[in-house]
């Protein structure tokens, strides 16, 4: 089974600062699918942005972005002009594109953001 | 609201007891997941349905864990002779057809096992 780490157990970021989320994931296969998913506290896991891996362009929604190494196997999300809103866990999560429909999760990063 | 619901919220129970949960997804959505999620750790697969077929189960689902999707609509998971183990909240979540397609997550049901 892939395997997803993400290497950040918790990240502190000031109200309109830039901070970028480490996902790593190990897989033997060419072709899958990436997402990040924000997690509040005590409220549902929404998607914040995704990615597929035959597309070399980088995903963007809003004041989100992944940067994409497809080669060195990593995902990472960067959360530009923070907002206190955007405190909460974000989870990396990977899905095959020949076998199953799970998707597999990393740990998590807690995210503070500081006025 | 027309968001994948889950229902309870919360249930205590005694090690031993078995328990139900119910989820209903978003209604135009052909596929269903459930997944476990224990304290400090991402959400782990279960199961999955295709309208009212299982068709895939994790090796964490053992066989005191039943789920059910009849007529394709709302689904249950019935943990049988529950353990201390089982604490988790359990989360529901639906899609359409096609991997790249998101899940929608519900809010959960929390397990407590006294």
């Known amino acids: 089974a892939q395997t997803v780490t993400q290497s950040q157990p918790e990240m502190s970021v000031q109200e309109a600062e830039t901070v970028t989320l480490s996902c790593t994931y190990d897989?033997?296969?060419?072709?899958?699918?990436l997402f990040w998913y924000k997690q509040p506290p005590s409220r549902q896991m929404i998607l914040v942005i995704r990615?597929?891996?035959?597309?070399?362009q980088n995903a963007t929604e809003n004041r989100f972005s992944v940067n994409f190494q497809k080669a060195a196997k990593s995902f990472s999300l960067k959360i530009s002009d923070s907002q206190l809103g955007d405190a909460a866990m974000y989870f990396c999560?990977?899905?095959?594109?020949?076998?199953?429909?799970?998707?597999?999760f990393g740990k998590g990063t807690s995210l503070l953001v500081t006025p | 609201d027309t968001g994948v619901s889950q229902d309870p919220r919360h249930k205590i129970t005694k090690r031993g007891q078995n328990v139900t949960f119910r989820c209903d997804p978003i209604?135009?959505?052909?596929?269903l997941y459930w997944y476990r999620q224990t304290l400090g750790q991402g959400p782990e697969f279960l199961t999955y349905?295709?309208?009212?077929?299982?068709?895939?189960k994790s090796r964490l689902l053992s066989d005191r864990f039943s789920a059910e999707r009849p007529k394709g609509s709302f689904s249950t998971l019935e943990i049988q002779r529950t353990e201390q183990g089982d604490s988790a909240m359990y989360l529901c979540?639906?899609?359409?057809?096609?991997?790249?397609?998101?899940?929608?997550f519900g809010d959960g049901t929390r397990l407590s096992i006294l």
């Open positions: 979540a639906s899609s359409l057809g096609g991997k790249y397609q998101p899940q929608h």
């Open positions: 897989t033997s296969e060419s072709d899958y699918y």
């Open positions: 990615q597929e891996a035959y597309k070399q």
């Open positions: 999560a990977y899905r095959s594109a020949y076998s199953g429909y799970a998707l597999n």
């Open positions: 209604s135009e959505h052909n596929r």
């Open positions: 349905f295709q309208n009212e077929a299982q068709l895939e």
